[in-house]
């Protein structure tokens, strides 16, 4: 009984047996690793919330990090019911697809926040917190590095076979000088027009009117589409 309630297991590195925790460093485990979700499910929407597929997955933080940490508080110190749920869960198949591989990098990190909750390496949280939002920081606002030699986007033009037998050349010359980064990706012709593809880096909205506009001088009839892999910077 005299376990129960000592709150010196919180400020130990580990703990050595199931009976050096009481019921009042449990809840309080347990608590921290709910704010540690509930801290995680807001980063997530501060950071990715905007993208249309995928953004409720915050909504499971909450109850994944509690639920992760109760079951490694329980296992850690029984190797017989750590086997038992191994073979328990090795039947059980989600079948449900991941959409961004964001939500991968934030699944795992409920899953290491809730591991250091339930072995009271608390110090460890803290870190591996810090370094989460300093990384996705730098994500956030280093616009060189980062996106410099990656596709942000394609450009897509449609022209009349004619206009593109005469102008082709001209056409791809304005594109290519126009787009950063810019790569061919596919030229597609047909009996009555001509499409070509441009696979990007980078591109910001005064840039997107100078293409059109130069894309129009060469003739009215040039359709222009464009599309973003995420927000332009």
Not at 12 to 21: E, K, L, N
Not at 89 to 117: M, N, Q, Y
Not at 164 to 184: C, D, F, H, M, R
């Amino acid at each position: 009984m005299e376990n129960l309630f000592d709150l010196k297991l919180l400020t130990t590195t580990g703990v050595q047996q199931m009976a050096d925790i009481g019921l009042l460093p449990f809840f309080l485990i347990m608590l921290t690793s709910l704010i540690a979700s509930l801290f995680i499910s807001n980063v997530y929407l501060r950071f990715y919330g905007t993208k249309g597929t995928g953004s409720t997955l915050h909504r499971a933080f909450p109850l994944l990090g509690v639920a992760i940490t109760a079951i490694f508080v329980c296992l850690q110190f029984s190797i017989p019911l750590s086997l038992g749920l191994l073979g328990a869960l090795s039947i059980v198949r989600f079948r449900t697809p991941i959409k961004d591989p964001e939500e991968v990098g934030f699944i795992l990190l409920v899953i290491a926040t809730s591991i250091t909750c339930a072995t009271f390496n608390i110090p460890f949280l803290f870190i591996i917190l810090i370094v989460a939002i300093l990384g996705l920081l730098i994500l956030k606002l280093d616009t060189r590095l980062f996106r410099k030699h990656g596709n942000e986007g394609i450009l897509i033009t449609k022209a009349p076979i004619s206009v593109y037998n005469q102008k082709g050349s001209e056409l791809i010359a304005i594109l290519k000088s126009s787009l950063l980064s810019a790569k061919l990706d596919s030229i597609t012709e047909s009996d009555t027009s001509c499409t070509i593809s441009y696979i990007f880096g980078s591109l910001k909205e005064d840039e997107l009117i100078k293409i059109k506009t130069a894309v129009l001088k060469i003739d009215e009839r040039i359709q222009v589409n464009l599309f973003f892999n995420q927000n332009a910077k």
